[in-house]
């Protein structure tokens, strides 16, 4: 019965969204106010009937109700609990009813949250919002029923895949989809201005709070996604080109643009074109990564469906959202009022800038990701695009948008002096010198790229001190004024600073991950020694060990350094039965300059093993970067500001009063 109530809500879910989807934006058009009130009640009962529907699925998944095609295919009876409720979403039918659920949870908070937005245009944003949810909300009931009952019923399941029984990607997927789902509310936003014809400092004050939402999210999945790869796939990888992992970067950059993007439209009244487009591009983004990862076109522990049915259903989904779009923008943006002028010299030519670069970068990685995909649908003939093209292309783009970093927010609005802000960074200058000479004496024979790497993230890091230290004007005042322009910053100004600062630091974690790295792979036998980095390995053999649904192989490691045991490391190789798979957990030191990372892999006979040792200076300081980016998304979104949209009927009333007794 609980299996028929879910199929039941997700039937009922997508009638309401079909009745959000077209009536109360018949009645904004057709000025029918009891159609327009429908757009509510609609979304908040839409999210209703999906959480209802998630639930019945988790509850037959933490029952291990095998009757249901969808448990029997992704789960089994000794599973670890943490690792059944995660089997919800790691299925094709799963993340579909994931993806819709943040979908409506994000239509409900507009529904609830927006009482200061203009009636008009939050309903017009709750019935796209609908749209986008009836297009999946049919490809659930029509061709991806998570609740099909199979008969007669198995005594047991076959199992999630052994990859996803791990806390990084129990997490990671609600993350990753809470970012780009996040952004459909942009892309609403976007396509009601466009229907309205109204684009301007107010509509981008109520859109960015929101993009800034999906894009912290966003940015914490793919830290999950990318320290997962790193502990678990067991060759201490944190970023492989990946097309999937390409899927979710992408709207990522894109995203990144907009939120720049619409600072200049609040501040400024311009751009508002090209931030109306960025809109609709990452959100079109992120539709095409549901369709990479969903069609079947790539086989990758990410990639669930391999019938063509549902890729067919998505890819014309996907042409009807994206094509119907750009056309509505194509016919519309012109319309729109163009916005006040800037010197290329100013904060708005900084964020210009940026948004060139970053756009550029993105357009490489489209490239890279989805011409062998294309090639291949035409031709038939298979190419590979991996890690050298990524980084050849990618980083050096970068590069100039991360040495400006620090310029733009010491920039005057409008028309800025040069000279005055370089001159408030010599002090980050001198710093980022001293961090380069540092790094070349110690590192002296080693790669110079990644010396320059390291500079340009003490650059970054010191240039968003220098703006805070700007702001509060320390050591210029006195510490009591200097502390109290720093409690009445703007929090926004605080999340922006941490955030600039995240990527310096991550850039630090990537110079020293890729260019002081040492590794050595060997076969050790029992009491044999291994010296990597200054630390000597010595393995003490392996032995068998078991876990919750598993059967392994532990190695182990004592690691000394000046003679002195430093730790004991213990590596596993796991196989799983249910289904029958064979991985690696990795024994991972962190010291204060690095992690130690050991992996033990196939007997190689009279008690040896082939085994992986690795030094990996600064990794840590990846995702503590990308956390630190995170956080500061966090903080922004804590800002008052976000939070203000057009004044409510009540306050206008009351201020109205007010001025008549005056």
């Given at each position: 019965?609980?299996?028929?109530?879910?199929?039941?809500?997700?039937?009922?879910?997508?009638?309401?969204?079909?009745?959000?989807?077209?009536?109360?934006?018949?009645?904004?058009?057709?000025?029918?106010?009891?159609?327009?009130?429908?757009?509510?009640?609609?979304?908040?009962?839409?999210?209703?009937?999906?959480?209802?529907?998630?639930?019945?699925?988790?509850?037959?998944?933490?029952?291990?109700?095998?009757?249901?095609?969808?448990?029997?295919?992704?789960?089994?009876?000794a599973?670890?609990?943490?690792?059944?409720?995660?089997?919800?979403?790691?299925?094709?039918?799963?993340?579909?009813?994931?993806w819709?659920l943040?979908?409506?949870?994000?239509?409900?908070?507009?529904?609830?949250?927006?009482?200061?937005?203009?009636?008009?245009?939050?309903?017009?944003?709750?019935?796209?919002?609908?749209?986008?949810?009836?297009?999946?909300?049919?490809?659930?009931?029509?061709?991806?029923n998570?609740?099909?009952?199979?008969?007669?019923?198995?005594?047991?399941?076959?199992?999630?895949?052994?990859?996803l029984?791990?806390?990084?990607?129990?997490?990671?997927p609600p993350?990753?989809y809470?970012?780009?789902?996040?952004?459909?509310?942009a892309?609403?936003?976007?396509?009601?201005?466009?229907?309205?014809?109204?684009?301007?400092?107010?509509?981008?004050?109520?859109?960015?709070?929101?993009?800034?939402?999906?894009?912290?999210?966003?940015?914490?999945?793919?830290?999950?996604?990318?320290?997962?790869?790193?502990?678990?796939?067991?060759?201490g990888?944190?970023?492989?080109?990946?097309?999937?992992?390409?899927?979710?970067?992408?709207?990522?950059?894109?995203?990144?643009?907009?939120?720049?993007?619409?600072?200049?439209?609040?501040k400024?009244?311009?751009?508002?074109?090209?931030?109306?487009?960025?809109?609709?591009?990452?959100?079109?983004?992120?539709?095409?990564?549901?369709?990479?990862?969903?069609?079947?076109?790539?086989?990758?522990?990410?990639?669930?469906?391999?019938?063509p049915?549902?890729?067919?259903?998505?890819?014309?989904?996907?042409?009807?959202?994206?094509?119907?779009?750009?056309?509505?923008?194509?016919?519309?943006?012109?319309?729109?009022r163009?916005?006040?002028?800037?010197a290329?010299?100013?904060?708005?030519?900084?964020?210009?800038?940026?948004?060139?670069?970053?756009?550029?970068?993105?357009?490489?990685?489209?490239?890279?990701?989805?011409?062998?995909?294309?090639?291949d649908?035409?031709t038939?003939?298979?190419?590979?695009?991996?890690?050298?093209?990524?980084?050849a292309?990618f980083?050096?783009?970068?590069?100039?948008?991360?040495?400006?970093?620090?310029?733009g927010?010491?920039?005057?609005?409008?028309?800025?002096?040069?000279?005055?802000?370089?001159?408030?960074?010599?002090?980050?200058?001198?710093?980022?010198?001293?961090?380069?000479?540092?790094?070349?004496?110690f590192?002296?024979?080693?790669?110079?790229?990644?010396?320059?790497?390291f500079?340009?993230?003490?650059w970054?890091?010191?240039?968003?001190?220098?703006?805070?230290?700007?702001r509060?004007?320390?050591?210029?005042?006195?510490?009591?004024?200097?502390?109290?322009?720093?409690?009445?910053?703007?929090r926004?100004?605080?999340?922006?600073?941490?955030?600039?600062?995240?990527?310096?630091?991550?850039?630090l974690?990537?110079?020293?991950?890729l260019?002081?790295?040492?590794e050595?792979l060997?076969?050790?036998?029992?009491?044999?020694?291994?010296?990597?980095?200054?630390?000597?390995?010595?393995?003490?053999?392996?032995?068998?060990?078991?876990?919750?649904?598993?059967?392994?192989?532990?190695?182990?490691?004592?690691?000394?350094?000046?003679?002195?045991?430093?730790?004991?490391m213990?590596?596993?190789?796991?196989?799983?039965?249910?289904?029958?798979?064979?991985?690696?957990?990795?024994?991972?030191?962190?010291?204060?300059?690095?992690?130690?990372?050991?992996?033990?892999?196939?007997?190689?006979?009279?008690?040896?093993?082939?085994?992986?040792?690795?030094?990996?200076p600064?990794?840590?300081?990846?995702?503590?970067?990308?956390?630190l980016?995170a956080?500061?998304?966090?903080?922004?979104?804590?800002?008052?500001?976000?939070?203000v949209?057009?004044p409510?009927?009540?306050?206008?009333e009351a201020?109205?009063?007010?001025?008549?007794?005056?």
């Open positions: 019965m609980i299996a028929e109530t879910g199929h039941f809500a997700v039937i009922l879910a997508l009638v309401v969204a079909l009745l959000q989807a077209s009536l109360p934006l018949a009645g904004t058009a057709l000025r029918i106010p009891a159609w327009s009130a429908l757009a509510v009640p609609a979304a908040v009962l839409q999210f209703a009937l999906i959480l209802l529907a998630f639930g019945c699925l988790m509850v037959l998944y933490i029952t291990s109700d095998f009757s249901v095609m969808n448990v029997w295919q992704n789960s089994h009876s599973k670890p609990l943490l690792y059944k409720i995660s089997g919800v979403w790691g299925n094709h039918e799963g993340s579909l009813l994931l819709v943040i979908l409506a949870l994000f239509g409900m908070a507009v529904a609830l949250f927006g009482s200061n937005l203009p009636p008009s245009l939050r309903t017009r944003v709750l019935s796209v919002q609908a749209m986008i949810g009836v297009g999946f909300l049919g490809l659930l009931v029509f061709l991806s998570p609740f099909n009952r199979i008969f007669p019923a198995p005594v047991d399941g076959n199992g999630l895949n052994p990859l029984q791990d806390p990084g990607l129990a997490f990671h993350f990753l809470l970012g780009y789902v996040g952004f459909s509310i892309f609403s936003f976007a396509i009601a201005a466009l229907i309205e014809g109204k684009v301007d400092a107010a509509w981008a004050r109520w859109v960015r709070p929101w993009t800034l939402a999906a894009w912290t999210f966003l940015t914490i999945g793919i830290a999950l996604g990318s320290w997962w790869a790193y502990y678990e796939l067991g060759w990888g944190w970023w492989f080109w990946d097309p999937v992992e390409n899927a979710s970067f992408m709207p990522w950059l894109a995203g990144t643009a907009l939120l720049h993007s619409a600072i200049v439209v609040e400024r009244d311009a751009l508002k074109t090209w931030t109306v487009l960025l809109a609709i591009l990452t959100f079109s983004l992120s539709l095409l990564g549901t369709f990479i990862v969903r069609s079947g076109l790539l086989n990758s522990v990410h990639a669930f469906a391999s019938d049915g549902r890729g067919v259903f998505i890819l014309a989904f996907l042409i009807l959202v994206i094509g119907g779009s750009l056309a509505l923008y194509a016919v519309r943006a012109p319309a729109l163009a916005g006040g002028l800037f290329p010299i100013s904060r708005e030519g900084a964020l210009v800038f940026n948004n060139l670069i970053l756009i550029t970068a993105l357009a490489t990685v489209f490239l890279g990701t989805m011409y062998p995909l294309f090639l649908a035409i038939g003939a298979k190419v590979t695009v991996g890690p050298p093209y990524f980084n292309t980083a050096p783009l970068m590069t100039p948008l991360v040495a400006v970093m620090a310029f927010p010491l920039l005057a609005w409008k028309r800025a002096d040069l000279m005055g802000a370089l001159h408030r960074l010599k002090f980050a200058a001198a710093a980022t010198v001293v961090a380069l000479l540092g790094a070349l004496y590192t002296w024979g080693g790669p110079v790229l990644a010396v320059l790497g500079g340009l993230g003490v970054v890091v010191m240039g968003s001190l220098v703006e805070v230290v700007e509060t004007r320390l050591f210029r005042a006195s510490a009591r004024d200097s502390l109290n322009r720093a409690i009445h910053m703007p926004s100004v605080w999340g922006s600073a941490l955030a600039h600062a995240g990527v310096g630091v991550f850039i974690g990537a110079a020293g991950a260019g002081w790295e040492s050595k060997q076969v050790m036998k029992p009491g044999d020694q291994v010296e990597l980095a200054g630390y000597t390995f010595i393995f003490d053999g392996a032995r068998p060990a078991r876990g919750p649904n598993y059967d392994a192989t532990e190695g182990t490691f004592r690691v000394y350094r000046n003679g002195e045991l430093l730790t004991v213990q590596a596993q190789t796991r196989r799983f039965a249910n289904p029958p798979m064979e991985t690696t957990e990795a024994a991972i030191h962190p010291t204060r300059m690095g992690d130690l990372f050991a992996v033990v892999g196939t007997p190689a006979g009279d008690g040896a093993y082939q085994t992986r040792l690795y030094r990996k600064l990794i840590n300081l990846l995702w503590t970067g990308a956390l980016m956080f500061g998304g966090l903080v922004s979104l804590s800002d008052r500001r976000h939070r949209g057009a409510s009927r009540r306050r206008v201020a109205g009063t007010a001025a008549q007794r005056a």
